[in-house]
Structures are given as structure tokens and as C-alpha cells.
């Protein structure tokens, strides 16, 4: 086999996933809150400043789940409306970190849980967190799709 076939061979295998491993994904139910807020009601002590923005998962034994913000979770660090409501996420268990990432989120609405977006009625244009729109920089709208069924 020829040198560089070998090296772009073994380069693609470098990024394969281990025989036999798969990611850890799972559900994971509660009400999605400020760190700060989860701390100060746990009587703790702590510099606020580090941990201003941090979200986290609070299930019902009070355990606490930090998320990671990246697009499928931005909604939740960015927009108050759709935290401290029953949630429920879909996250990815990261190996050696404490922090899930999130791959998708329903949050309460009217009594079931449903998906937010943010809408931009001129375009028709629907995001998973809040900005302005992509197409005419108008103002989107938070909207719950419609429940599944």
C-alpha cells in the first residue's frame, strides 16, 4: 500500500469511535435553573461572578446538572422564560466532565411539554434561540411547536 494511502488511512481511523462504544445519551427530567439561584437555596456560600451565567439541570432530589451552551442549549442560557419550568432534555453524558450536552429540550407549556423556537413571522423563518432574524434582522418570537403526537 502506498505511504500516503496508509497515512490518510490510519488519519481517518484516528477520529472512529472505540469497537463497541457508544454515546451516552439519555433523558434527563427536571426544571432547568440559574446556578446561583440552585447555590443560594442550598444555603451555600460562593463568588457569584464566576458562575453568573451557568445554567443547570435541578432534578426532584435537588441534584444539579451543569449544561454546556452551545446552539441546542443557547435558548436556555439566554431566555428566563424557559427556565424554572418542568423540562425535560435529551443530553449527551460527556466523558471525564460533569456537564451534559444538551441535543435537544422541551420545557412546559399550558400543561405539556413542547419544543420552543423562535419565529420570524415576515420570513417564516424558524432558530433555536433568540436573535434577530437572519433574513430581514426583524424582531423572532418565541412560539412552543405544536404538541407531538
Do not use: W
Not at 488511512?9 to 451516552?24: C, F, I, K, T, Y
Not at 440559574?34 to 451557568?54: C, V, W
Not at 435537588?62 to 418542568?86: G, Y
Not at 419565529?119 to 433555536?128: A, D, L
Amino acid at each position: 500500500m502506498p505511504m500516503l494511502a496508509c497515512f490518510i488511512l490510519l488519519a481517518l481511523s484516528a477520529d472512529a469511535p472505540v469497537e463497541g462504544s457508544r454515546p451516552n445519551v439519555s433523558t434527563l427530567k427536571g426544571q432547568v435553573v440559574e446556578l446561583t439561584k440552585a447555590l443560594n437555596e442550598q444555603g451555600r456560600t460562593f463568588d457569584e461572578a464566576p458562575i453568573a451565567t451557568q445554567v443547570v439541570l435541578k432534578d426532584q432530589d435537588n441534584t444539579l446538572t451543569p449544561l454546556l451552551s452551545d446552539d441546542a442549549s443557547r435558548a436556555l442560557f439566554q431566555d428566563e422564560r424557559l427556565r424554572d419550568r418542568p423540562a425535560e432534555l435529551r443530553v449527551r453524558r460527556l466523558p471525564k466532565l460533569p456537564y451534559v450536552q444538551v441535543l435537544s429540550f422541551k420545557v412546559e407549556f399550558n400543561g405539556t411539554l413542547r419544543t420552543p423556537e423562535y419565529y420570524c413571522e415576515i420570513c417564516s423563518i424558524s432558530v433555536r434561540y433568540p436573535q434577530t432574524c437572519p433574513c430581514c434582522q426583524g424582531p423572532m418570537d418565541l412560539r412552543m411547536q405544536p404538541k407531538d403526537d
